[in-house]
């Protein structure tokens, strides 16, 4: 069995090999070398960072084999999200329409363009080159679901008030958190959860009593 690529993106924002297995695809442009199947020194070439369906009108990818858009895989949309991507308009369209009604809904303003968001979630991302952890807007078990905070240098995706921890091989059995250190999903999308926005999480989630 050939090494998984580094082509995994875990809520931190990173990208890493590992072979756990994702509900969706995406990218943020092409960053990778396909002769070696390997990243680039960069981590993205465009501000537009999606999140695509793995399945798409019965079309295949080889991954990373040319100079096409780096396939990147998230274990369920909340991780996405908190990596800092959006819905694409092409693949996800009914997703991607309802992501900025909320995000317009939650400001009281018109629908802003895809360079817009863009913009604004490309200044929520990082800081510095590092991922931004912004401060938490309540008290976690209160938050919508797929919002995803940290919490002691791991991240958990919030469900029916109860934290789930990622970790490589999926989704870990509801912790009790005493603290966070704050919240990966940028302010913007949260805003957009917690305007009605529900991005879908991996159904593990569901099997934890």
Known sequence: MSAPLQNRVTPFGDIVAISQRGLFTGNRGIIHDPATKTLLNK??????????????????????ASRSWTELFFLDEAVALAAGHRPCFFCR???????????????GQAEPSVTIMDA?????????????????PGPHSQLPDGTVVAADGSAYTIANGRAFRWAEHGYE???????????????????????GYRPILHPMIGTFR
């Open 173 to 195: 059995p509801p912790q009790e958190l005493t603290h966070a250190d704050g919240m990966l999903t940028p302010p913007s999308t949260f805003m957009a959860l917690r305007a």
């Open 43 to 64: 981590r993205w070439s465009t501000k537009a960072w999606l999140v695509c369906t793995c399945e798409y009108k019965g079309r295949r990818r080889d991954v990373m």
């Open 93 to 107: 369209r009914d997703a991607a329409k309802k992501f900025r009604a909320a995000w317009a809904g939650a400001r």
């Open 120 to 136: 604004v979630l490309h200044s929520e991302r990082t800081e510095r080159g590092r991922k931004r952890i912004h401060p938490l």
